[in-house]
Structure formats: structure tokens, C-alpha cells
């Protein structure tokens, strides 16, 4: 069974920084595109960052120089480091696996809490 499992999210003040977790299991990571997304109430869910199998990252215009992406294989993990935080950052964080193939899944964490206020 697959499973995606997030922690390090909660509450944070304007200009500090997050570390968030993605544990995976079930799937042969290393193969896998991971990312992170976010959904604001209101809001589409959107692609904040994306990091490849070879380890190649790319990011939101809106989070380009805050956020850094990165995974460890051998803990099957991917991370995503949040600074310079912003209180239009708030949103709930969901974690992405996709093998990126023609009839391939995609599967998602279950989503964790970021919220950015004084």
C-alpha cells in the first residue's frame, strides 16, 4: 500500500521559516518525481516545487529564492525548506509522487497545515 506521510507543518510568524517532511512508502522512490503543492481556501491547488528523480528542482514564480526542495533516497524522503515566510503562504501543503508515465498514478500525502500570521 502506498502511503505519503507529512510532518513539520503548524504555525509560523511573517519572515520565519518551516521544515517540512514527506516520508514515503510502498513505491520504489528513487524513480519518482516529488513535489508540493498548496490550496488556499478559495483557491486552486497549486504546484509550489518539484524535484526529479536525478534531483533537478524547479519552483513556483511566487516562492523562487524563499523555498528549496530536496529529497534523500536512502530515507525515502523528500523535504521542502520554507523561509522568508509570507502570510499568502498559508495554505494546506499536500505532498506529490508521480512516475510521470503514460497510465501512471499519482499519489498524495494527506495534506498538513501551514499557517503565517502575527
Known amino acids: 500500500q502506498v502511503q505519503l506521510v507529512e510532518s513539520g507543518g503548524g504555525l509560523a510568524q511573517p519572515g520565519g521559516s518551516l521544515r517540512l517532511s514527506c516520508a514515503a512508502s510502498?513505491?520504489?522512490?528513487?524513480?519518482?518525481?516529488m513535489g508540493w503543492y498548496r490550496q488556499a481556501p478559495g483557491k486552486q491547488r497549486e504546484l509550489v516545487a518539484a524535484i526529479t528523480s536525478g534531483g533537478s528542482p524547479n519552483y513556483a514564480n511566487s516562492v523562487k529564492g524563499r523555498f528549496t526542495i530536496s529529497r534523500d533516497n536512502a530515507k525515502n524522503t523528500v523535504y521542502l525548506q520554507m523561509n522568508s515566510l509570507k502570510p499568502e503562504d498559508t495554505a494546506v501543503y499536500y505532498c506529490?509522487?508521480?512516475?510521470?508515465?503514460?497510465?501512471?498514478?499519482?499519489?498524495w500525502g494527506q495534506g498538513t497545515q501551514v499557517t503565517v500570521s502575527s
Open positions: 506529490n509522487a508521480d512516475r510521470q508515465i503514460v497510465g501512471g498514478f499519482k499519489y
Open positions: 510502498g513505491i520504489i522512490f528513487s524513480i519518482y518525481t
